[in-house]
Every structure is written in C-alpha cells, then in structure tokens.
Nanobody, 111 residues
Framework: VQLQASGGGSVQPGGSLRLSCAVSGRILPIHIMGWYRQAPGKQRELVARIESGRANYADFVAGRFTISRDKDTVNLQMNSLKPGDTAVYYC?????????WGQGTLVTVAS
C-alpha cells in the first residue's frame, strides 16, 4: 500500500491549510488513518486519527483542526494555524497491523 500526501505550504499565523493523503494499492480495508507531525529537533507526534469513523485529536489541536475520510483519502483541515504548528506532516495508516507512512509534507506558519 502507498500513501501520497499533498497540500502543505506556507501560511501566515491565523491562516488555514488543507492536507490530503490518498491511499493506493490496498486489498483489505483500512480502519485507522491519521496525521502525525514532526517539528525540527522534536519527536514525531500524533495530530489526529480517525478509526472506524471516530476521530481523535491531540490536545494541542484545541478545536482548530478537523480530520475527515472519504473512502481511501484522509484529509486534515487546519485552521487558526500558529507558528508552533510548523512541522513536516505525515499521513499514516495501519494496514495488516503495520504502520505505513506517507512521504511527509512541510507546513510552515510564519509572518
């Protein structure tokens, strides 16, 4: 299975971005899809995850992001972005019990 992420870029504080990740090559259903991020010098952390239709968010999201799924695409709508949201964002699925990662897309929030 392969993941192709898109939608990163640069935005000013308070702005919005939408990330998308398309899954291809799967044979069996995928029940867990999500987004992680890794800022420079920090560990990768969960941003949001959707499991069997139920969404979970990291505390730092605080109502600013929305994760959604449309068949084999998982989206992350990010609003009210802050400089602290600057990171490489990775989409992730759990397939046959294994984590599969996308290539990462850079999100930069700066004035």
């Amino acid at each position: 299975v392969q993941l192709q992420a898109s939608g990163g870029g640069s935005v000013q504080p308070g702005g919005s971005l939408r990330l998308s990740c398309a899954v291809s090559g799967r044979i069996l259903p995928i029940h867990i899809m999500g987004w992680y991020r890794q800022a420079p010098g920090k560990q990768r952390e969960l941003v949001a995850r959707i499991e069997s239709g139920r969404a979970n968010y990291a505390d730092f999201v605080a109502g600013r992001f929305t994760i959604s799924r449309d068949k084999d695409t998982v989206n992350l709508q990010m609003n009210s972005l802050k400089p602290g949201d600057t990171a490489v964002y990775y989409c992730n699925v759990v397939y046959l019990g294994m984590n599969v990662w996308g290539q990462g897309t850079l999100v930069t929030v700066a004035s």
